[in-house]
Nanobody, 125 residues
Framework: QVQLVESGGGLVQAGGSLRLSCPASGRTFSSYAMGWFRQAPGKEREFVAAVSWNGFSTHYADSVKGRFTISRDNAKNTVYLQMNSLKPEDTAVYYC??????????????????WGKGTLVTVSS
Protein backbone atom coordinates (compact mmCIF):
# COMPACT_ATOMS: atom_id res chain seq x y z
CA GLN A 1 0.00 0.00 0.00
CA VAL A 2 1.26 3.46 -0.92
CA GLN A 3 -0.31 6.70 0.25
CA LEU A 4 0.45 9.88 -1.67
CA VAL A 5 -0.11 13.49 -0.63
CA GLU A 6 0.55 16.31 -3.08
CA SER A 7 1.52 19.82 -2.04
CA GLY A 8 2.92 23.00 -3.56
CA GLY A 9 0.02 24.12 -5.70
CA GLY A 10 -1.27 27.67 -5.73
CA LEU A 11 -1.89 30.79 -7.77
CA VAL A 12 0.89 32.05 -10.01
CA GLN A 13 1.15 34.51 -12.87
CA ALA A 14 1.91 33.34 -16.39
CA GLY A 15 5.64 32.87 -16.82
CA GLY A 16 6.12 31.99 -13.18
CA SER A 17 7.22 28.77 -11.51
CA LEU A 18 5.94 26.30 -8.97
CA ARG A 19 7.38 23.14 -7.45
CA LEU A 20 5.03 20.34 -6.55
CA SER A 21 6.00 17.69 -4.02
CA CYS A 22 4.50 14.30 -3.35
CA PRO A 23 5.82 12.40 -0.33
CA ALA A 24 4.77 8.78 -0.13
CA SER A 25 4.22 6.45 2.77
CA GLY A 26 5.35 2.85 2.66
CA ARG A 27 8.71 1.13 2.48
CA THR A 28 8.37 0.10 -1.16
CA PHE A 29 8.34 3.58 -2.71
CA SER A 30 11.55 2.88 -4.63
CA SER A 31 9.85 -0.07 -6.38
CA TYR A 32 7.31 2.17 -8.13
CA ALA A 33 7.47 4.24 -11.24
CA MET A 34 5.91 7.61 -10.43
CA GLY A 35 3.87 9.95 -12.56
CA TRP A 36 2.24 13.35 -12.49
CA PHE A 37 -1.15 13.86 -14.12
CA ARG A 38 -3.51 16.80 -14.34
CA GLN A 39 -7.18 17.44 -14.86
CA ALA A 40 -8.60 20.76 -15.96
CA PRO A 41 -12.27 21.64 -15.43
CA GLY A 42 -14.46 19.80 -17.92
CA LYS A 43 -11.57 17.77 -19.30
CA GLU A 44 -10.26 14.27 -18.84
CA ARG A 45 -7.27 13.51 -16.67
CA GLU A 46 -4.08 13.60 -18.73
CA PHE A 47 -0.50 12.45 -18.39
CA VAL A 48 2.11 15.11 -17.60
CA ALA A 49 5.39 13.43 -16.64
CA ALA A 50 6.83 10.13 -15.41
CA VAL A 51 10.02 8.94 -13.73
CA SER A 52 11.30 5.39 -13.39
CA TRP A 53 11.83 3.66 -10.06
CA ASN A 54 15.54 4.62 -10.00
CA GLY A 55 15.15 8.09 -11.48
CA PHE A 56 17.21 7.25 -14.56
CA SER A 57 14.38 7.46 -17.09
CA THR A 58 11.85 10.24 -17.56
CA HIS A 59 9.06 10.93 -20.03
CA TYR A 60 6.99 14.06 -20.66
CA ALA A 61 3.86 15.09 -22.44
CA ASP A 62 4.67 17.26 -25.45
CA SER A 63 2.75 20.15 -23.92
CA VAL A 64 5.16 20.44 -20.98
CA LYS A 65 8.43 19.26 -22.50
CA GLY A 66 11.21 21.74 -21.87
CA ARG A 67 9.23 23.56 -19.15
CA PHE A 68 8.55 20.88 -16.52
CA THR A 69 11.03 18.57 -14.81
CA ILE A 70 10.14 15.47 -12.82
CA SER A 71 12.53 14.06 -10.24
CA ARG A 72 12.51 11.78 -7.23
CA ASP A 73 14.44 11.25 -4.03
CA ASN A 74 14.04 7.67 -2.88
CA ALA A 75 15.78 8.42 0.42
CA LYS A 76 12.96 10.88 1.18
CA ASN A 77 10.19 8.83 -0.50
CA THR A 78 9.27 11.90 -2.52
CA VAL A 79 8.62 12.77 -6.15
CA TYR A 80 8.75 16.36 -7.42
CA LEU A 81 7.49 18.34 -10.37
CA GLN A 82 9.32 21.58 -11.13
CA MET A 83 7.12 23.72 -13.36
CA ASN A 84 8.63 26.72 -15.13
CA SER A 85 7.29 29.15 -17.73
CA LEU A 86 3.76 28.38 -16.64
CA LYS A 87 0.90 29.16 -18.98
CA PRO A 88 -2.81 29.70 -18.27
CA GLU A 89 -3.52 26.39 -20.02
CA ASP A 90 -1.50 24.63 -17.30
CA THR A 91 -4.29 25.44 -14.85
CA ALA A 92 -5.57 22.16 -13.41
CA VAL A 93 -5.62 19.88 -10.41
CA TYR A 94 -2.32 18.02 -10.40
CA TYR A 95 -2.13 14.45 -9.13
CA CYS A 96 0.80 12.20 -8.40
CA UNK A 97 0.41 8.48 -8.89
CA UNK A 98 2.39 5.27 -8.53
CA UNK A 99 2.59 2.18 -10.67
CA UNK A 100 4.62 -0.97 -10.19
CA UNK A 101 3.66 -2.40 -13.57
CA UNK A 102 4.28 0.21 -16.20
CA UNK A 103 7.21 1.80 -17.98
CA UNK A 104 7.53 5.57 -18.08
CA UNK A 105 6.96 5.65 -21.85
CA UNK A 106 3.54 4.03 -21.63
CA UNK A 107 2.20 5.54 -18.43
CA UNK A 108 -1.46 6.57 -18.58
CA UNK A 109 -4.23 7.30 -16.07
CA UNK A 110 -5.58 3.77 -16.41
CA UNK A 111 -2.25 2.15 -15.61
CA UNK A 112 -1.67 3.54 -12.14
CA UNK A 113 -2.04 1.66 -8.87
CA UNK A 114 -2.23 4.49 -6.34
CA TRP A 115 -3.30 8.13 -6.50
CA GLY A 116 -3.03 11.20 -4.34
CA LYS A 117 -5.95 13.58 -3.85
CA GLY A 118 -4.46 16.36 -5.94
CA THR A 119 -3.29 19.94 -5.58
CA LEU A 120 -4.72 22.89 -7.51
CA VAL A 121 -2.49 24.96 -9.77
CA THR A 122 -3.97 28.17 -11.13
CA VAL A 123 -2.05 30.24 -13.68
CA SER A 124 -3.35 33.73 -14.30
CA SER A 125 -2.78 35.62 -17.54
Amino acid sequence: QVQLVESGGGLVQAGGSLRLSCPASGRTFSSYAMGWFRQAPGKEREFVAAVSWNGFSTHYADSVKGRFTISRDNAKNTVYLQMNSLKPEDTAVYYCAASIRISVATMSPGSMDYWGKGTLVTVSS
